[in-house]
């Protein structure tokens, strides 16, 4: 079965660059059509999208987080991995990694694989 995994620091201090890394199992992160999700969730608000990585290594981002948020892969180990500099304490969330399937027969997508999001504490 896919998994997907989140590891990186649960602790950061504030004006550093936080890095999480997705470690993904059983589905190649270049396979056509997917995409490659960060997701974060702080306590008591919505999900909000950060940015995402297709097959090919193009990227896209959220403009609230644009300036702050870099993507890259790893494709030897199958990871992708999230940066957002300058972190401050509304950093502090819950935060995701996800696969995107865009489907053969419909314009539609599917978000069936999560990690279980790790949690990341902005604080000095």
């Known amino acids: 079965q896919v998994q997907l995994q989140e590891s990186g620091p649960g602790l950061v201090k504030p004006s550093q660059t936080l890095s999480l890394t997705c470690t993904v199992s059983d589905a190649a992160i270049t396979t056509n059509y997917d995409y490659w999700h960060w997701i974060r969730q702080s306590p008591g608000k919505v999900l909000e999208w950060m940015g995402a990585?297709?097959?090919?290594?193009?990227?896209s981002y959220s403009p609230s987080l644009k300036s702050r948020t870099s993507i890259s892969r790893d494709l030897s180990k199958n990871q992708y991995t999230m940066q957002l500099n300058s972190v401050t304490p509304e950093d502090t969330a819950v935060y995701y990694c996800a696969r995107e399937e865009k489907s053969s027969d419909y314009d539609i997508s599917c978000f069936h694989y999560w990690g279980q999001g790790t949690q990341v504490t902005v604080s000095s």
């Open positions: 990585i297709g097959s090919s290594g193009s990227t």
